[in-house]
Structures are given as C-alpha cells and as structure tokens.
C-alpha cells in the first residue's frame, strides 16, 4: 500500500518561509504528476503548484514568483519552497499524487495534509 506523508508544516510570521515535504512510500512502479493543493475552511480547495515527472512546473496564480516546487525522483519525494509567506497563504496543504502501480495502472492518492499558519 503506497502512502504520502507530508511534513514541514507550521506557524510563521509574515514575509516568512517554509519547506514541505511529501514522501511516498510502498511498493509502486511510478509517480507521474505530482502537486500541491490547499485548502481553507468553506472553500474549494485549490492548487499550488505541480510538477510533472520529467519537471515541468505550473503555480496558481496567488503563489507565483513566491513558491517553488520540485521532486527528486530517485527518492519519490515534493518539496514546496514557500517564501514570502502572508497571512492569505494560511490553509491546510495537501499532497496529491499520480502513482502508478502498473504501466497502465494509475492512481490519484492524496497525503493526510499539513497545517500551515501566517500570523504574528
């Protein structure tokens, strides 16, 4: 059974940064696309950002020129570099990715989500 885990979640001041990560885990053939969403209470949950597994990015427009994402496949791993951080970035952030456990077997798995805060 594959698993996301994501980590690097926070409290942090305006103007700050934060690094989270998310680590899959189990038995899995490949990830394709990979992304981060987030999402705050009463509204839809939106994207961040996300990455294709050759490294082609797209950011959601509020996050642009703040946040950067990446992955280092050998280790079935997402990083988002998020710097600048204002108080409107405040959400619960969630790991999606594309994994597939075949050639042409593919799944959208979601990690459990990581709190992060912008306040003073």
């Known amino acids: 059974q594959v698993q996301l885990v994501e980590s690097g979640g926070g409290l942090v001041q305006p103007g700050g940064s934060l690094r989270l990560s998310c680590a899959a885990s189990g038995r899995l053939f490949r990830i394709n696309d990979m992304g981060w969403y987030r999402q705050t209470p009463g509204i839809e949950r939106e994207l961040v950002a996300r990455i294709t597994s050759g490294g082609s990015t797209n950011y959601g427009d509020s996050v642009k020129g703040r946040f950067t994402i990446s992955r280092d496949n050998a280790k079935n791993t997402m990083y988002l570099q998020m710097n600048s951080l204002e108080p409107e970035d405040t959400a619960v952030y969630y790991c999606?990715?594309?994994?597939?456990?075949?050639?042409?077997?593919?799944?959208?798995?979601w990690g459990q989500g990581t709190q992060v805060t912008v306040s003073s």
């Open positions: 999606n990715a594309m994994v597939a456990f075949t050639p042409r077997l593919e799944t959208s798995l």
